[in-house]
């Protein structure tokens, strides 16, 4: 299991005007951080790993913002299948007698809802 993390804003440390300058720096506009001061605590982002977070701080940090991480929780880790994927065979697949639509066999047509089972072959 991973811990996840998030960042939340309390404020601004000193002068408000160089934290949007500084913000709008790395892409946050004026409005949007605007909304952020307003609510804060606001949380900024979420299930992070504590690096990630860690980075997204000290980035607004810089800025001169007032933030904390805070851990959020244990997910469980993902991790890539290694299986065998499930690849369809062409006999697996059909095409509507009515509309033309290539499909995964069915008794009906998934866009125009023909009955295949009664149609002639």
Same mark, same amino acid.
């Given at each position: 299991m991973a811990k996840k993390?998030?960042?939340?804003?309390?404020?601004?440390?000193?002068?408000? $005007?160089?934290?949007?300058?500084?913000? $709008?720096?790395?892409?946050?506009?004026?409005?949007?951080?605007k909304g952020y001061l307003e609510k804060a605590p606001v949380v900024l982002v979420r299930d992070l790993s504590l690096a990630n977070a860690r980075r997204y701080a000290e980035a607004i940090?810089? $800025?001169?913002?007032?933030?904390?991480?805070?851990?959020?929780?244990?997910? %469980?880790?993902?991790? %890539?299948?290694?299986?065998? %994927?499930d690849v369809a065979s062409p006999e697996d697949f059909m095409i509507c007698q009515n509309c033309g639509l290539k499909q995964r066999r069915s008794e009906r047509c998934v866009r125009c809802g023909f009955d295949v089972t009664y149609a002639p072959r």
């Open positions: 993390y998030r960042v939340v804003l309390f404020g601004v440390n000193g002068e408000e $005007a160089l934290f949007q300058h500084n913000m $709008a720096r790395l892409g946050v506009s004026r409005s949007v951080l940090i810089s $800025a001169g913002g007032l933030v904390t991480i805070q851990e959020t929780g244990e997910f %469980p880790e993902t991790r %890539p299948y290694r299986g065998k %994927p």
